[in-house]
Structures are given as structure tokens and as C-alpha cells.
């Protein structure tokens, strides 16, 4: 069976704090490592009240203190909100800190909503229009020093962490493709392009340095518990968390409800139901016979999950569910 990670949001939960979450993030990576899981990922987003992982550099630090053997890295950086350079010299920084274990994933949304983005960025256009242009020389910034190359990143230089392209659509893909870069698919909550993303990858991937065959990571939302009713009632805060993203009401993650009835309109349903088309919801069976489905589907040769669950106790329990699965599967 192919490998299983984590994305994390660090989410800011009603009645939490900032400090809690990332706390909260620790232990989940520390429960991720003891369970098998490659890698522990953290994603940029900015001006959102339920999330804490705006300073992503710093909270994979934060997480990769501690732990010792899973990967960490960022799921992703927004590559257009910052400078080639100061991403070169961030992860140079934790490509010393901790050897081999640095992963370094891009996309070039703004992670935000476009006035914020218009603070992050200053020129909107030209920083999301540099992107492939921005990545190239972020390769070079992270890659052996050349012989007349001006600027060297101190950290970074000659520390090749490795690079992934994050996308939702057809374009990160091609450039994914071409680059021969790694590709992750954000399949979840953008389920739309995923297969013809995939195909488009694989027919357009190019050998380079990093990478000599596609490699591709898709993403589900998940949420396991030891029923069906359980894991139904748990997602209920993804589900009214989505519907407030729709009406640009966007606040702190919302404990879970019994029913959803009066709490999203029928448009709302069905516009939740299908961002979370390949949503992974259930008890133990239920997830196993999602899971081996979805692979089917993909052909991916790595699964990154995604568990927005409230109480943390709970969270971590669907980690190790989601880890016997993985095992289960595999055997």
C-alpha cells in the first residue's frame, strides 16, 4: 500500500487559542511519526481567524523539534506572496536544523482573500503571473552554487531540499510536468480537474535532477472513528466551516452538530457535498474501502490526509485508524 501523510492547518478551534493549536500540531506530528506517517505537512494561509499556520516556516520548526525521522515541509508555501531568496534562506535554515527531512511544496495562490493578498504581495499580477519563472530560481537558489552566480542564498545554497508543485488545476501540473518536479493534487476540496491534472502530469513529465519518474500525492479529507455515525457527526465541523468560506464568514473551527438541518441552505449542501466529493468518512471499514477506491482512482503512489476534527482527542484517534487502514490495505 503507498504512503500515508498529514496535512495540517494548525486550526484555531472555538473556545482555543493560537498557542493551544500549535501545540495541537506538535502532538499530531508526534502521533504521526509513532504511527508510520511520511511526511507532516503545514499550509500558508493568512488573515484567517481558525487558522494558525500564517508563519509556516516557523511552525514546521516548531514540529520538526519535535520529532526525528518524519518529513516535514510545507503544504504549501505561496510562493508568490515572497521572494525566491527568503524561501531559499528559510528552508536552507531547516534543511540544517534537521538533515534529510525538509520537503518544500509551492503553490501560487494567495492563501487568502485578495485584500490581504494585496497586502502580502503588493502587485498582484506580476507575482502571480512570475510564478514558474519564481520557482526556476528558487531551484537554483537551493542547488549547488554555480560559477558566476551572483546571489547565493546563506542558508540554502547547495541544500537541495527537495521541491513539490502544489496545485488545484491544469496549470501546476504542466509546470509540474515539465519541470520534472513532484505534483501534489489538492483533491480535498477542489476535486474538479484531479484526473485530467493527473493525466495531463504524467504525459507532460520530463526527467530532471530531483526526480527521474512522476511521483505523484493526492489529498482527501478525512475522518475516522470507530462507527460510521461517529465519523458522520465529526465531519459536521468541516461541513459548516465550508459553508461560512461560502458566505465569506469565515471565523474559528466550529465544534461538530448532530445534523446540519437549518445550518446550510440546499445550494449550500450541494456546493459542500461536492468540494468534499472524495471526502474519506467513516468507520474502520468504511475509510478502508474509500481509501483502496480512491488509489484505484489515482494510481497515486502517496495519500495526504487532511483531519478537520474538533476535539483533538478524537483527531488523533482517526490518525491511528486511518494508519491500521494503511497497514490493513497493505498487507
Same mark, same amino acid.
Given at each position: 500500500?503507498?504512503?500515508?501523510?498529514?496535512?495540517?492547518?494548525?486550526? @484555531?478551534?472555538?473556545?482555543?487559542?493560537?498557542?493551544?493549536?500549535?501545540?495541537?500540531?506538535?502532538?499530531?506530528?508526534?502521533?504521526?511519526?509513532?504511527?508510520?506517517?511520511?511526511?507532516?505537512?503545514?499550509?500558508?494561509?493568512?488573515?484567517?481567524?481558525?487558522?494558525?499556520?500564517?508563519?509556516?516556516?516557523?511552525?514546521?520548526?516548531?514540529?520538526?523539534?519535535?520529532?526525528?525521522?518524519?518529513?516535514?515541509?510545507?503544504?504549501?508555501?505561496?510562493?508568490?506572496?515572497?521572494?525566491?531568496?527568503?524561501?531559499?534562506?528559510?528552508?536552507?535554515?531547516?534543511?540544517?536544523?534537521?538533515?534529510?527531512?525538509?520537503?518544500?511544496?509551492?503553490?501560487?495562490?494567495?492563501?487568502?482573500?485578495?485584500?490581504?493578498?494585496?497586502?502580502?504581495?503588493?502587485?498582484?499580477?506580476?507575482?502571480?503571473?512570475?510564478?514558474?519563472?519564481?520557482?526556476?530560481?528558487?531551484?537554483?537558489?537551493?542547488?549547488?552554487?554555480?560559477?558566476?552566480?551572483? @546571489?547565493?542564498?546563506?542558508?540554502?545554497?547547495?541544500?537541495?531540499?527537495?521541491?513539490?508543485?502544489?496545485?488545484?488545476?491544469?496549470?501546476?501540473?504542466?509546470?509540474?510536468?515539465?519541470?520534472?518536479?513532484?505534483?501534489?493534487?489538492?483533491?480535498?476540496?477542489?476535486?474538479?480537474?484531479?484526473?485530467?491534472?493527473?493525466?495531463?502530469?504524467?504525459?507532460?513529465?520530463?526527467?530532471?535532477?530531483?526526480?527521474?519518474?512522476?511521483?505523484?500525492?493526492?489529498?482527501?479529507?478525512?475522518?475516522?472513528?470507530?462507527?460510521?455515525?461517529?465519523?458522520?457527526?465529526?465531519?459536521?465541523?468541516?461541513?459548516?466551516?465550508?459553508?461560512?468560506?461560502?458566505?465569506?464568514?469565515?471565523?474559528?473551527?466550529?465544534?461538530?452538530?448532530?445534523?446540519?438541518?437549518?445550518?446550510?441552505?440546499?445550494?449550500?449542501?450541494?456546493?459542500?457535498?461536492?468540494?468534499?466529493?472524495?471526502?474519506?468518512?467513516?468507520?474502520?471499514?468504511?475509510?478502508?474501502?474509500?481509501?483502496?477506491?480512491?488509489?484505484?482512482?489515482?494510481?497515486?503512489?502517496?495519500?495526504?490526509?487532511?483531519?478537520?476534527?474538533?476535539?483533538?482527542?478524537?483527531?488523533?484517534?482517526?490518525?491511528?485508524?486511518?494508519?491500521?487502514?494503511?497497514?490493513?490495505?497493505?498487507?
Amino acid at each position: 500500500m503507498i504512503p500515508f501523510s498529514i496535512l495540517d492547518l494548525s486550526p @484555531i478551534t472555538e473556545g482555543g487559542g493560537v498557542a493551544q493549536s500549535l501545540e495541537n500540531s506538535r502532538r499530531l506530528a508526534i502521533a504521526a511519526e509513532e504511527n508510520g506517517y511520511k511526511r507532516f505537512w503545514l499550509a500558508e494561509h493568512h488573515g484567517m481567524t481558525g487558522i494558525a499556520s500564517a508563519a509556516t516556516s516557523i511552525v514546521i520548526s516548531h514540529v520538526a523539534s519535535a520529532t526525528r525521522t518524519i518529513r516535514v515541509g510545507s503544504g504549501g508555501i505561496m510562493l508568490p506572496n515572497h521572494s525566491p531568496l527568503v524561501i531559499a534562506e528559510q528552508f536552507g535554515t531547516l534543511a540544517a536544523l534537521y538533515p534529510g527531512r525538509i520537503d518544500l511544496g509551492l503553490g501560487r495562490a494567495p492563501g487568502t482573500d485578495m485584500r490581504t493578498a494585496q497586502a502580502l504581495r503588493r502587485n498582484m499580477e506580476a507575482s502571480s503571473n512570475n510564478f514558474p519563472n519564481d520557482v526556476v530560481e528558487l531551484q537554483a537558489l537551493l542547488g549547488p552554487v554555480g560559477d558566476d552566480q551572483k @546571489i547565493i542564498a546563506v542558508p540554502g545554497a547547495d541544500s537541495n531540499v527537495p521541491i513539490w508543485l502544489l496545485g488545484s488545476s491544469h496549470f501546476s501540473s504542466h509546470l509540474a510536468g515539465v519541470l520534472g518536479l513532484p505534483f501534489a493534487f489538492a483533491s480535498h476540496f477542489a476535486p474538479d480537474m484531479l484526473l485530467s491534472a493527473l493525466e495531463i502530469y504524467r504525459e507532460r513529465f520530463t526527467p530532471s535532477a530531483q526526480l527521474d519518474r512522476p511521483q505523484v500525492m493526492v489529498g482527501v479529507m478525512g475522518v475516522a472513528a470507530d462507527s460510521d455515525e461517529e465519523a458522520n457527526y465529526l465531519f459536521t465541523s468541516m461541513q459548516q466551516s465550508f459553508v461560512a468560506l461560502r458566505r465569506n464568514a469565515r471565523g474559528r473551527f466550529p465544534p461538530p452538530v448532530r445534523s446540519m438541518d437549518g445550518l446550510w441552505s440546499p445550494d449550500e449542501k450541494i456546493f459542500v457535498d461536492h468540494a468534499m466529493r472524495y471526502a474519506v468518512v467513516g468507520g474502520p471499514e468504511t475509510i478502508r474501502r474509500k481509501i483502496a477506491s480512491f488509489v484505484d482512482l489515482t494510481k497515486a503512489d502517496e495519500l495526504i490526509v487532511s483531519m478537520p476534527i474538533f476535539d483533538m482527542e478524537a483527531r488523533l484517534h482517526s490518525l491511528e485508524l486511518f494508519a491500521e487502514a494503511q497497514r490493513s490495505l497493505g498487507a
